[in-house]
């Protein structure tokens, strides 16, 4: 590590002894890392705040005295920190864990497997990675009871859509806002739309409900196999890669459980060259906020193709990595903020040859 540069600092709040212990051993094998403090409950660590300083806390969901959502939710009012919740891989915690995602929580990590002869290694360098990505992010004040209203309703256009393009997202740390405030406005009549978010098995399904029930789109969790449909978002299953394929003439889903790509299953480069050799001049790309470089090269390979591809500018951005890259290897035409590109899609949609 840089002399020079400060290390993370990092709180971890968790009720769990076993799960403390974990956490602070990971993060205090990183070079680029320190463990401000640990607390039992939120309200250890509301003091354990008023005597450290951290730049990011892992926050459990379900703790005594007061559950991690109170807890975040006075946070974001008091004291705005990113907050990288730790979640169980049950249907209840992905429910709770989204909540979370609204009330500003900017990104979240399973448990890991306690079981005998599992290793932590690979779970270490997840911790690792949404921790840098969380230090880099961009945390504002929340309302002191956030209202999530779906974003203004755009007018379905007098020209009809055309039906056989793609629309092909990638989303990563901060992608689950983003992706909301995306669909939430566009009418029914859009193009379909493929969408690698990097989520972990067991939460894709709720995310996907979550997203239909504000959308006037129907967004579902991608099955194999799907001929694609019109007014359709399709969202990549937890540890699966999807992938767009040209069968009969006609465009339908595959979903894959091929070796991950630049560390992700689903990966968005994996999503976007399927893409550019199923559809090319035909689709359209979108890259949201992410750490990383995923979806870069194979953004820049929709492009030379003939693809349509917008990126999400800085500002907007939770984390600004994957944009960031993307425009930096030549592979996007537009940079937007994001309350702007959900009118631009449908633009896009009608002006594509």
């Not at 559950?67 to 939710?73: I, K, M, Q, S, V």
């Not at 007018?155 to 405030?181: C, H, K, Q, Y």
């Not at 550019?276 to 870069?296: F, H, N």
Request: charged share 20%; proline share 7%.
């Amino acid at each position: 590590m840089n002399p020079t540069v400060a290390p993370i600092r990092v709180l971890v709040v968790d009720d769990s002894a076993v799960m403390r212990g974990i956490m602070s051993r990971i993060i205090e094998s990183q070079a680029d890392m320190k463990l401000a403090a640990v607390a039992s409950d939120p309200v250890v660590a509301i003091e354990r705040l008023r005597t450290c300083d951290p730049d990011v806390i892992t926050l459990d969901v379900e703790m005594p005295r007061m559950d991690g959502l109170a807890f975040l939710g006075k946070l974001m009012q008091w004291r705005p920190l990113p907050v990288v919740m730790v979640s169980s891989l049950t249907a209840r915690g992905a429910e709770t864990t989204l909540r979370a995602l609204e009330l500003g929580a900017v990104d979240f990590m399973t448990k890991p497997e306690l079981g005998a002869g599992a290793s932590l290694d690979a779970y270490a360098e997840q911790v690792a990675e949404k921790l840098r990505a969380a230090a880099a992010a961009r945390v504002t004040r929340r309302a002191a009871r956030p209202a999530m209203p779906a974003p203004r309703r755009l007018a379905r256009p007098a020209t009809p859509l055309a039906f056989d393009r793609v629309i092909a997202i990638g989303a990563s740390t901060g992608g689950v806002e983003a992706l909301r405030a995306v669909l939430a406005p566009l009418p029914s009549t859009m193009p379909p739309m493929l969408i690698a978010q990097h989520m972990p098995a067991g939460f894709t399904r709720s995310f996907a409900q979550r997203l239909d029930a504000a959308c006037e789109v129907r967004v579902k969790e991608a099955e194999d196999g799907e001929p694609l449909q019109s007014g359709h978002a399709y969202i990549a299953p937890g540890g699966m890669h999807l992938t767009l394929a040209r069968k009969s003439g006609g465009l339908q889903t595959r979903l894959s459980a091929e070796p991950p790509v630049n560390r992700h299953r689903p990966s968005v480069d994996v999503l976007f060259r399927s893409v550019a050799l199923a559809a090319g001049e035909r689709s359209i790309g979108l890259m949201l906020s992410g750490m990383g470089a995923d979806g870069a090269e194979a953004m820049l390979e929709l492009r030379l193709r003939g693809a349509r591809n917008i990126a999400q500018d800085e500002a907007s951005c939770v984390v600004f990595g994957m944009p960031k890259q993307a425009i930096a290897r030549g592979g996007v035409h537009e940079v937007l903020p994001l309350d702007a590109i959900a009118r631009r899609l449908v633009e896009l949609s009608l002006a594509i040859g």
